[in-house]
């Protein structure tokens, strides 16, 4: 019985052997050969099995010798949809946009400006990082319910914008807290943070993160006038109280209610002083 299996299992490996080699004989074959439907028929094959690298190589050849005729719009979408699939969503990008350019009313255009602006979602970088690629996303998307307000994928381009807005929104939050980690480490810092996180709350109105800049505002002021010269307190501790009042109103249950109200008690003693 052992042996059995054991041949069996030696037939499997060397049956899998031999497609494999056959499989990259082929490919070699047609990385060579001169003739384009070959090359496509090829390529339709490699992207079908999940050799989407394959596929993406021959189809450069392909859009190339194609160009011109009727089979180059498939050559230059399944080149990108092998990109896309591949998850190399910066080259998938660009020959969406390439294919979508030069059909603009092409089969497949309106899938190529959502697999363009998605790809470049999927591939956005934590917050920590340069937002360019986000704010790129984002372009694309939005460009893409505009050309198409009634598809299907509305809601899910709209979710993901939704998304990286609030990633760059975090960006901007970090970089306010960092300000406000700084203080009054050669100037005002708090002043700083401030501004930040009021251009992201302008720019960003609907963001998850809202309330966290409103506390940091708040705080910020806090420091500010804390650290201000007897002349200048009360005046500055008043604009703390306004603060105070704005994000109670718009947070009244916030987990934050505890240290607002703190800074509030300590604010309204220099006020009535």
Known sequence: MFRLLHKISSLVLLTAACLAITSCGEYVKVQKSNDPDYKL??????????????AATILKDCVTQFKGTDKAEESLYLLAMSYYENKDYLNSGAYFQTYY???????YTELARFLCGYGYFLDSPEAQLDQSGTVKAIEELQAFLDYYPRSEKVALAQHAIFELQDKLTLKELLNAQLYYNLGNYMGNNYESAVIVARNAIKNYPYSKYKEELEMLILKARYQEANMSVDERKAERFGEVIDEYYSFINNYPDSPNRKEADNIFKIASRYVRD
């Open 41 to 54: 028929d090829y390529a339709r094959r490699a992207f079908s099995e999940g050799k989407f690298q394959q």
């Open 101 to 107: 350019n030069r059909y603009p009313k092409g089969k």
